[in-house]
């Protein structure tokens, strides 16, 4: 069965920085591309960065330059180091594998998420 937990998320002033981590099992971690989701309150959930299982890296533009994604197959984990943020990057963020998302948006299972609430 595939669990993902993830963790890190909290209240930030603008400009400030978290870490996201999501931990996986039951899947063979490391052939997955895995990816960062975010949900804002009233929006779709949307892709924010990828990291394929050789580690090259995709962002969404809104992101780029400010959010780094990176993963630690020993650990099955992936990160999201999250710099500058802004009051619009709060929501909920998931991590699941791209494909699988991908094949079916809609009926996909996902972790609780992890909030993250960007304010002053």
């Known amino acids: 069965q595939v669990q993902l937990v993830e963790s890190g998320g909290g209240l930030v002033q603008p400009g400030g920085s978290l870490k996201l981590s999501c931990a996986a099992s039951?899947?063979?971690?490391?052939?997955?591309?895995m990816g960062w989701y975010r949900q804002a309150p009233g929006k779709q959930r949307e892709l924010v960065a990828y990291i394929t299982s050789f580690g090259s890296t995709n962002y969404a533009d809104s992101v780029k330059g400010r959010f780094t994604i990176s993963r630690d197959n020993a650990k099955n984990t992936v990160y999201l180091q999250m710099n500058s943020l802004k009051p619009e990057d709060t929501a909920v963020y998931y991590c699941?594998?791209?494909?699988?998302?991908?094949?079916?948006?809609?009926?996909?299972?996902w972790g609780q998420g992890t909030q993250v609430t960007v304010s002053s």
């Open positions: 039951g899947i063979i971690f490391n052939i997955y591309t």
């Open positions: 699941n594998r791209r494909a699988y998302v991908a094949s079916d948006p809609d009926g996909a299972s």
